[in-house]
């Protein structure tokens, strides 16, 4: 078959390679400028040096066998890493977090920076429209994208699937990116729950990062929710005097500060797995699907390409 994925983070990737071992054709459309999705990483000109920032999922768990395996592979090519400051199952992308999908988008045909606008289907098969025109047609299509996204793709075709995403609503999280001249007098890499601080991290510490003193702090939920249409400016503002209150000793010199607003960061997942509607050829995975975690994305993306594949072989 030739399939059409919506969404290039780790389940579309995961799904995708599936498909490719069962013999597949698969075309993925992105509307991100480049991998990553949720693991994307910022990168900022700042003084003739470029800083970046993991500003989406932090680390990630292995757990899961058939993820492991995979991971080792990561490890051995130098994509991946363990990160014991987030616990002993700690994972991150080296030397970014988009490293990893970065290198499983490699391998296949990814349009990145197309936003795809609508999903139809006629006779000929699935089309996807694009802002500036469109593609198909494919004989089957795969929407992984965040679940409030698929609900409006899904709607059109199949409304218990979008019913299931419309269930798995996420949280937003609002997150800050901050560089300082020097270190900031807190002793550990990472802590979670201070005041308004749900998490927070000194991002250079992770292991293949050359930044020097670069912290990313995520707002707990409930604030992020309260404080979701706050400019930019004063929830940075607000995220740096959070973390200074957690330092000892004298403050060193901001280099930078900005704040970036994830609308849909954590979905609380539907346990569902992946869902593939066999008459339409029409499938959805991702997070939204398994749970909030990046091992659970994957599994999700593995899972339906998996179940594809074989549908296939046995029709
Ligand atoms: C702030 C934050 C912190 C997190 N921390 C952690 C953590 O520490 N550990 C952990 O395990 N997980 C964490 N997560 C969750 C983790 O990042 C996600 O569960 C996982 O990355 C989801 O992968 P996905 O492929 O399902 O979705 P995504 O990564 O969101 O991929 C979906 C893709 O679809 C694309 N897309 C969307 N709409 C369209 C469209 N219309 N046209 C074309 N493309 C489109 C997007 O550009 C994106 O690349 C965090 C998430 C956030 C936001």
Redesign the pocket.
Known sequence: MDVVI????????ACADQLRAAGHQVTL????RG??????TRRVDLDGRQLQFD???????VRDDRFRRLVQVWEAQGVASRWHA?GEDAWVGTPAMNAPVRHMAEGHRVHFG????ALTRDVTGWHVRLQDGQHGPFHAAIV???AE?AAA?LGAHDLMMAADAMAARSQP?W?AMIAFEDRLQIPADSFRQHGIIG?AARDGAKPGRQDGETWVV?AHGSWSRTHLEDTAEDVARALLDALLAHAEGPVPAVRYCAAHR?R????PGVDKGALWNEALRLGA????LQG??????WL??HRLGTMIGSAAAAA
Do not use: N
């Open positions: 919506l969404g290039a983070g780790i389940a579309g990737l459309f992105d509307k991100g991998p990553g999705g949720r693991m994307s500003h989406g999922a932090q680390y990630f768990t987030a197309h936003h795809v606008v992984a994208v965040p996204q793709f999280c997150t998490w995520q994830w849909f960061a954590m979905t995975c991702g997070d939204w909030p975690r990046v091992e659970l994305a999700s993306g």
